[in-house]
């Protein structure tokens, strides 16, 4: 089975930083697309940042130039790296990945999520 661990969450004052990081684990051949959603309490979830297995990445507008994802393949792992933080970016924060386990078989995996709030 395959396993998505984020952590890195918590709380801060807004313009502060934070890292989330999520680690993919178990029967994997390999990963493609990775990314990282959010959900606000009575919102949709929504798309913040995806990179793919060749490094392009794509952002949310209300996040460029605020966050940064990126990816270590031979971990696994894509981070997301928040700064300048707003009380808009409290949300919990999904990992999301596509993941083959083996050459003919992938599928879509989500992570538990990671609660990140940030004060005013």
């Known amino acids: 089975q395959v396993q998505l661990v984020e952590s890195g969450g918590g709380l801060v004052q807004a313009g502060g930083s934070l890292r989330l990081s999520c680690a993919a684990s178990g029967s994997i051949f390999s990963i493609n697309v990775m990314g990282w959603y959010r959900q606000a309490p009575g919102k949709q979830r929504e798309l913040v940042a995806l990179t793919n297995s060749g490094g392009s990445t794509n952002l949310a507008d209300s996040v460029k130039g605020r966050f940064t994802i990126s990816r270590d393949n031979a971990k696994n792992t894509v981070y997301l790296q928040m700064n300048s933080l707003k009380p808009e970016d409290t949300a919990v924060y999904y990992c999301?990945?596509?993941?083959?386990?083996?050459?003919?078989?992938?599928?879509?995996?989500w992570g538990q999520g990671t609660q990140v709030t940030v004060s005013s």
């Open positions: 999301k990945a596509q993941i083959m386990t083996s050459v003919i078989i992938s599928a879509y995996y």
